[in-house]
């Protein structure tokens, strides 16, 4: 089955779509508390709002799934994951190697599963030590590096300009605070709930979260098991892709939840294909 999102085009039009409305609402949220402010807290919000679609943008760039143009793809997640100010190529090492080893203790994502939610923000430090214990030898090329470095510099350089013209507070309240929240909130739906108690295979090891009122609040990354079994699936057809594979899924033993909360992780036995997708 063809699974390329875009069809011999430059890019992936819905893709193309979260990045505008992304910068739209950022850029236009400091416009309007600049010249016609309302409620701090209402501008807070809605800056997490627009930074919580930078995780599906930067997302498709990670895995090819924005362009079949090698640069063009990587320019949509550079641009994707420049709000959350976090280095793109470095961030997508870390990704793909929580795909290749997921669930195991050499995933990443056991910083986000090992405890309880509530406690995950005190766990943030070990990201720092996970990138120090099993990075080694930068796996960056040359060229990457310095993409990652051009937008931390920029950055840098906002801020700075920020508070020399009396506007730093802003940048915090309506940018690093926004952060904060949407990343807490994009690790509960997209590291957490999908991978919490689940064992290391490929089809037990990723949970469904089959709640259609859901899916438009975080763009269909409640099926995110869909991604994990094929990765070049782009995000706006998970659902689509769940209902036609249903049937397949629930034989292979996938988890597969209608609600929320309250679920207990399944003592299920490995599935014969055992091995982890490419």
């Known amino acids: ?9 430059v890019i992936d039009a ?16 400091f416009a309007l508390y600049w010249t016609a402010p309302g409620p701090l807290l209402v501008h807070m919000l809605v800056s997490a709002i627009g930074i919580h ?3 599906t943008v930067w997302h498709e760039g990670v895995h090819r799934n ?4 090698g640069w063009v793809n990587d320019a949509v997640g550079i641009l994707g994951i420049f709000p959350y100010t976090t280095p793109y190529f470095l961030q997508k090492w870390v990704h793909l190697q929580h795909h290749a080893h997921l669930n195991t203790p ?19 430090p070990k990201i720092v030590l996970y990138l120090r214990d099993r990075v080694g030898k930068d796996p960056r090329t040359g060229p990457q590096l310095v993409a990652d470095a051009i937008p931390v510099l920029v950055v840098i350089a906002l801020y700075a300009t920020a508070f020399l013209y009396g506007k730093g507070l802003d940048l915090v309240l309506l940018w690093f605070v926004p952060v904060v929240i949407a990343k ?10 999908p991978h919490v108690g689940l064992p290391p295979d490929r ?4 949970r469904i979260l089959d709640v259609p009122w859901f899916t438009p609040l975080v763009l269909n990354h409640n099926y995110h098991a869909i991604h994990h079994l094929w990765p070049g699936i782009p995000w706006h057809r998970y659902r689509r892709e769940f209902l036609a594979r249903r049937e ?8 597969i939840e209608t609600h929320l909360l309250g679920y207990a992780p399944r003592a299920a036995e490995p599935s014969a294909d055992h091995s982890l997708p490419g």
Do not use: C, H, K
């Not at 924005?66 to 143009?69: G, K, L, T």
């Not at 995933?107 to 405890?115: S, T």
């Not at 397949?248 to 988890?255: A, D, H, K, T």
């Open 203 to 206: 089809y037990l090891g990723t």
């Open 14 to 29: 819905r893709t193309l779509a979260l990045l505008v409305a992304m910068y739209a609402v950022l850029l236009g949220n």
């Open 248 to 255: 397949s899924l629930v034989e292979r033993g996938v988890p």
């Open 106 to 124: 050499e995933d990443p994502n056991a910083i986000y599963v090992g405890g309880p939610f509530w406690s995950l923000p005190f766990r943030y």
């Open 184 to 193: 807490v909130v994009m690790d509960w739906y997209i590291n957490y709930l």
């Open 66 to 69: 924005a362009s079949p143009i």
């Open 1 to 9: 089955m063809q699974t390329g999102t875009t069809s011999g085009g």
């Open 53 to 55: 679609l930078a995780f």
